[in-house]
């Protein structure tokens, strides 16, 4: 959903131009993708203008569209009419580029972490695979590494101050194993194991401390890249992306295939080399940045991260983050403006805008606190709502300018509008209404 940039930008609706049930996790979007699932579906309207309804003209994107702060995993939904350009923000990503240095800057110290592009020597898909990497953790919680996202993955993390390895391969299948002891504050060497018959370890210190098992391999190559120091976009694990690390990290490593016990824990020396297992990434942060020295040029751009200290030479520090903007959109309106109806219908004509829809009695917010209340008066509240949403107070056509949003002109309507049912032509606008008819409105 962040991949927003580039050539092809252009008006599409996931769910198609018809639906117009007002299911909580469709909209239009003006960009270049869409994402599915739980965690995936409002990451469209973060990095791109999006709406239940939209149009645009050469410049500008207009739209009917959930408020920033619903773009998230919301039971409750608040929409306003907008207008914005029709580039991506800054935040937006290329399909050729994680992230640019400029979108972690922009985001804060939620932009912070290594980000590596998808090849096909980091595909985990029907893998063995084996993350080893030296930590000196400030924070309780953070994610040291993560492939992946919601649907497939792994990631090694660090849980109210103990080490967790996780293994995703499906959306409801997620694995995990976790320590006994805290590492917070010291610097402990990690290693989060998948087995080919599905086995999971986690070592610490070159001791294992935990087993369990996987659902099964990882049978995709994750639609997410890998990054270290948090877990972008959308979590492979429970925790809230990006769930940044803080603190330092040094000597990263990732293989694929299995490896002896006396491999494993060998590795807390970096120049220990495994026979048993293909090393595809290989970062020590020498030299200050995040080249891959494994030969397959897996290598990574560091984000808002600087070098320090490590364990072995140099490392890279993180300085963690709030999460503080997981719920919002990074898109900037030129301006926004709330009206009494839920469009369902659009058109903008001769610098203005035309809305139409049944009319919009409720506020989301206020109406679910009165249902977790309790409160019985709310169903009668409800059931004027869901009645005007199947017409009985007929529909609501008002003019806005395209300029400002202000309120030009509103009328009446004594049926309501049919989905994305208006149109100009002759200077005049054209309307289609459930009951069968279609209305012409001139100019005086």
């Known amino acids: 959903g962040a991949v927003q940039k580039g050539t092809g930008l252009h008006l599409f609706a996931p769910m198609g131009f018809l639906d117009d049930t007002y299911f909580h996790r469709s909209y239009w979007v003006y960009g270049r993708s869409f994402a599915g699932g739980h965690g995936g579906y409002y990451q469209a309207g973060k990095y791109?203008?999006?709406g239940r309804i939209l149009v645009h003209d050469d410049k500008n994107v207009y739209g009917f569209g959930r408020k920033p702060q619903y773009y998230r995993w919301t039971t409750t939904i608040e929409h306003q009419l907008f207008a914005t350009g029709k580039e991506p923000p800054a935040e937006a990503r290329d399909a050729g580029d994680a992230a640019s240095a400029q979108a972690a800057r922009r985001r804060g110290n939620g932009g912070q972490m290594i980000?590596?592009?998808?090849?096909?020597?980091?595909?985990?898909?029907?893998?063995?695979?084996?993350?080893?990497?030296?930590?000196?953790?400030?924070?309780?919680?953070?994610?040291?590494?993560?492939?992946g996202g919601p649907s497939a993955g792994y990631a090694l993390v660090v849980k109210a101050g103990k080490p967790q390895w996780l293994v995703r391969t499906s959306a409801t299948k997620l694995s995990a194993i976790g320590g006994k002891d805290r590492i917070v504050g010291a610097w402990t060497h990690l290693v989060g194991v998948l087995t080919s018959d599905k086995k999971m370890h986690l070592y610490v210190n070159g001791k294992r401390v935990v087993s369990g098992a996987a659902a099964e391999l990882i049978k995709v190559d994750p639609v997410q890249s890998l990054e270290i120091g948090g877990d972008d976009v959308s979590a492979?694990?429970?925790?809230?992306?990006?769930?940044?690390?803080?603190?330092?990290?040094?000597?990263?490593?990732?293989?694929?295939?299995?490896m002896t016990e006396g491999e494993i824990t060998a590795l807390v020396d970096p120049a220990e080399n495994p026979k048993n297992a293909t090393a595809?990434?290989?970062?020590?942060?020498?030299?200050?940045?995040?080249?891959?020295?494994?030969g397959n040029k897996n290598h990574g751009k560091l984000d808002g991260?600087?070098?320090?200290?490590?364990?072995?030479?140099?490392?890279?520090?993180?300085?963690?983050?709030?999460n503080a903007r997981s719920a919002g959109s990074f898109v900037q309106h030129h301006w926004t403006a709330d009206v009494p109806l839920l469009v369902r219908t659009m058109v903008k004509a001769g610098g203005k805008l035309f809305v139409a829809g049944p009319p919009d009695l409720i506020d989301e917010e206020e109406t679910f606190g009165r249902l977790t209340a309790r409160d019985e008066k709310v169903q009668k509240v409800l059931a004027e709502q869901n009645a005007a949403l199947a017409g009985a107070q007929g529909g609501v056509l008002r003019v806005v300018s395209a300029t400002d949003g202000r309120n030009l002109a509103e009328y009446k309507l004594t049926s309501l509008p049919v989905w994305d049912s208006m149109a100009v032509a002759g200077r005049r606008l054209f309307l289609s209404t459930e009951d069968g008819s279609v209305v012409a409105f001139a100019g005086k």
């Open 236 to 258: 492979v694990g429970s925790y809230r992306s990006p769930h940044s690390f803080m603190g330092t990290i040094d000597e990263v490593r990732v293989y694929h295939g299995d």
């Open 305 to 322: 991260v600087r070098k320090t200290e490590g364990k072995f030479g140099t490392a890279v520090r993180f300085r963690g983050s709030s």
């Open 115 to 147: 980000r590596f592009e998808r090849t096909q020597s980091l595909n985990p898909n029907g893998k063995a695979i084996v993350v080893s990497a030296w930590v000196n953790s400030e924070s309780p919680n953070g994610v040291v590494l993560a492939r």
């Open 48 to 50: 791109a203008p999006s």
């Open 280 to 294: 595809i990434l290989v970062c020590s942060f020498d030299k200050g940045d995040a080249t891959d020295v494994s």
